[in-house]
């Protein structure tokens, strides 16, 4: 029986800048007990966010980190064949071989249902996975259980998760899917969003440097041509590889020269381009 509690209210995190519809939009998933989807572009914070609602309600964290070719019973749980045959083999490894649940290993979201407190369950990057995986997936989630067919047993949640599922967009999701979340876009930070996540990581630096790098850092996101632009993550690294430099010179960041290119671009294409932009 999946626990009822009263809901807790997430109000950001120590290094995560909130906006207020986000937060209303996360605390509004948690009342209802629904699955939150972040979709934006890579470095928008999505990721980050489960990690903040974690840290804020002193909730557990288990990340499903979802790849192209990845079976929805991968996530629920594995079924350890190979071990057990090697097992009932050499007969040494100390094992009731004639116990198929010792070779059963909990998945993901397995362990989600699994843990004996509430978790925050982060399905990261959805769009990699096909239709079938995804409608599925949410068929469990709604329920709440699954089946572990070697065992014949129902493992029913014992709480249940708050669940962030991110998308980049990459590949459309089914129609089902969307209307059993509730769904937010993650817009890339403008300048005055920007200035409050600097302020955070870097609180006591300059503000000169910080305009300065933010300036370059705005107009090296609009070369043309760039394929993967730089994102916050990597302007808080630059802006770290800067303060390491002990030659850096404001003024020369001012002037346009801009040292440290491979901190922001990380495809050789995008590279060149900002090179000679």
């Known amino acids: 029986m999946v626990s009822q509690t009263h809901p807790a209210k997430f109000r950001g995190a120590s290094r995560y800048v909130l906006d207020d519809e986000l937060a209303k939009i996360v605390n509004i998933s948690i009342a209802l007990e629904m ?14 966010l489960a990690h903040a609602i974690a840290e804020n309600l002193r909730m557990p964290l288990i990340i499903l980190n979802v790849k192209s070719s990845m079976k929805l019973i991968e996530a629920l749980y594995q079924y350890d064949t190979l071990t057990r045959l090697n097992d009932s083999r050499f007969a040494d490894s100390g094992r009731d071989v004639s116990n198929i649940e010792e070779y059963i290993k909990m998945g993901k979201i397995g362990q989600a249902f699994a843990a004996d407190k509430k978790i925050v369950l982060l399905i990261d990057e959805i769009d990699k996975a096909d239709t079938d995986f ?10 709440m259980q699954f089946d572990i067919i070697e065992i014949d047993r129902t493992i029913t949640a014992k709480n249940r998760p708050v669940i962030v599922i991110t998308s980049n967009a990459k590949k459309d999701l089914s129609d089902p899917f969307l209307g059993r979340c509730n769904f937010h876009h993650i817009a890339f930070p403008d300048r005055d969003m920007m200035r409050k996540i600097i302020d955070v990581h ?18 090296l996101r609009e070369v043309r041509g760039v394929e993967k632009k730089p994102a916050t993550r990597e302007l808080i690294n630059w802006m770290r590889a800067l303060q390491a430099d002990p030659d850096f010179q404001l003024q020369s960041l001012k002037a346009g020269n801009i040292p440290y290119l491979g901190v922001l671009f990380k495809k050789s294409t995008d590279l060149y381009l900002a090179n000679h932009q």
Not at 35 to 48: I, W, Y
Not at 134 to 143: G, S
Not at 204 to 211: A, F, G, K, M, Q
């Open 134 to 143: 995804q409608d599925d997936m949410l068929d469990i989630l709604d329920q």
């Open 35 to 48: 699955p939150l989807l972040l979709k934006g572009e890579p470095g928008t914070g999505k990721t980050m």
């Open 202 to 219: 870097f609180p006591d630096l300059n503000t000169n440097l910080s305009e300065a790098c933010m300036e370059a850092f705005y107009r």
